[in-house]
């Protein structure tokens, strides 16, 4: 796909690098779109499926990316799952069923979820999917990916202002 990218822009020299279609991402390119939107990744292979995996920071909270959905070598992946997990320090509560649920109906972007319900540890956690098969252009995997940002401070908002114990 890069070829064709290339050769198209060389047939049509108005053709811009915004212009171009990602349709699938390497390590190294999710690893440099990461670090352009600032969220600091650290970047490892998943021992089962040799795809990329991203460690990243959204403000204090630490995050994965996952990618699904891939082949070839270098490992070219069209999915890109967003997830962070957030253990409360306390059994889960009425009160957050109910907050995971009213982020879930009000959120466009972004499911949350119960990962842990039972002990003293509850653990809850909100993910996101970006999906590329088919192309998008870079601005608006840019702009997906800087929506995660968002994603993970409603949803600590949500989690946070429901009344514990409810």
């Not at 993970?152 to 429901?162: C, L, Q, W, Y």
Request: proline fraction near 3%.
């Amino acid at each position: 796909m890069v070829l064709a990218l290339t050769l198209f822009a060389a047939r049509f020299p108005i053709a811009s690098a915004a212009a171009q279609t990602i349709d699938a991402v390497t390590a190294e390119t999710l690893e440099t779109i990461l670090e352009e939107a600032g969220l600091s990744p650290e970047m490892k292979t998943d021992a089962t499926t040799n795809s990329p995996v991203a460690i990243g920071q959204v403000g204090e909270f630490s995050f994965t990316v996952r990618t699904l959905d891939c082949s070839g070598r270098p490992q070219r992946c069209t999915t890109l799952m967003f997830f962070a997990n957030f253990e409360l320090g306390r059994r889960i509560t009425g009160g957050d069923f109910v907050a995971i649920n009213n982020f879930n109906e009000s959120q466009v972007f972004g499911r949350a979820y119960v990962l842990r319900s039972s002990g003293e540890k509850g653990e809850v956690g909100v993910d996101y999917v970006i999906e590329l098969d088919g192309g998008v252009s870079r601005d608006h995997l840019t702009g997906n990916i800087e929506r995660w940002g968002d994603i993970v401070s409603a949803f600590i908002t949500s989690i946070t202002t429901s009344p514990a114990g409810a």
